[in-house]
């Protein structure tokens, strides 16, 4: 695209190969990271708070609380607010500000988890399941299924927030982002890939790993894993199977059904488009409570958080 304004760093929001874009500074250093520099980007950083004029729009970010550097994209025109969430929840997060409501007059809002039935329970709850698993089986490795962008990070924080402090041991995939995580000044602890490991047994250790290593090869040299799995969708018995997560842990980067509902309220906006996930339940709800509503089918989407 000629210009692109990217709410975050995830694969189904952020793609290579635009002439101009515009994002965080955090969100930018992801993209780096993800492919290859972008030599061929004109790559304009703006901070959350700050906003720019393209043509007669004013253009601003507002945290998003989804992950390192996520935003929500604030468009102004003629005394009129729109404003595109991205991904967002609203429980708080160790690793980037909380959201922020903006009260506008268009919400385009994300609806991965838009049913009622989606109801995330507390992240110290899911990380108590993990060590009280860690504290019951001593000898045993811990293999923990987390994506790369944000869960990876998020989980090592919480890990330190219950009092976990010895070494975290990662999959090689998960290197990179987890230092760019520490440079941008989250401290993940004592972390150290696998592949470093001397004489180590991995006994009673915790080992993160993407979702997709837990079933291949690499996991094998591991003594009688757990296969724990990181996810919002841990909610849904047969993900859970479907990922061979013998101990699923809910915990999402995104708004479950209350959440949802409350930035509705919260944003106040009297017009709402859904997309990126359930529209139909989220729209339905919306209409109820007087909200002129639609869903908004968008091309390239992807479960990032499966
Ligand atoms: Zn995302
Ligand atoms: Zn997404």
Not at 142 to 171: D, F, M, P, S, T
Request: a neutral charge; charged letters at 25%.
């Amino acid at each position: 695209m000629p210009r692109a304004v990217i709410t975050h760093g995830h694969g189904d929001h952020a793609r290579p190969g635009h002439r101009k874009a515009l994002a965080t500074p955090e969100t930018l250093a992801i993209m780096r990271t993800r492919f290859q520099d972008m030599p061929d980007t004109e790559q304009q950083a703006l901070k959350y708070g700050e906003s720019v004029r393209i043509g007669e729009v004013e253009v601003g970010f507002a945290p998003a609380g989804h992950i390192l550097g996520s935003a929500q994209a604030v468009l102004a025109y003629k005394g009129q607010r729109i404003v595109v969430s991205g991904d967002y929840k609203r429980r708080p997060d160790p690793t980037c500000p909380p959201f922020e409501p903006v009260p506008c007059d268009v919400f385009i809002t994300e609806a991965t988890f838009a049913l009622p039935v989606f109801h995330h329970p507390s992240d110290a709850g899911e990380i108590g399941k993990l060590l009280r698993s860690l504290a019951t089986f001593p000898e045993r490795t811990h293999l923990v299924g987390v994506y790369a962008l944000g869960k990876c990070q998020r989980v090592i924080r919480l890990l330190r927030e219950a009092g976990y402090e010895k070494r975290i041991w990662l999959h090689g995939g998960l290197m990179s982002l987890c230092k760019l995580y520490q440079e941008h000044g989250v401290d993940l602890g004592d972390v150290a890939p696998v592949s470093e490991a001397i004489l180590e047994t991995f006994k009673g250790a915790i080992v993160l790993c993407p979702p997709s290593a837990i079933a291949d090869r690499w996991s094998r040299r591991f003594a009688e894993p757990i296969a724990a799995v990181c996810s919002g969708w841990m909610n849904v018995r047969a993900r859970a199977r479907q990922r061979g997560a013998e101990l699923p842990l809910i915990i999402s980067d995104h708004a479950d059904w209350p959440e949802l509902t409350q930035t509705l309220k919260d944003v106040g906006a009297p017009k709402v488009w859904v997309t990126h996930g359930r529209e139909e339940a989220l729209v339905h709800y919306a209409r109820g409570i007087g909200i002129d509503a639609e869903a908004l089918h968008l091309a390239g989407r992807e479960e990032e958080d499966s």
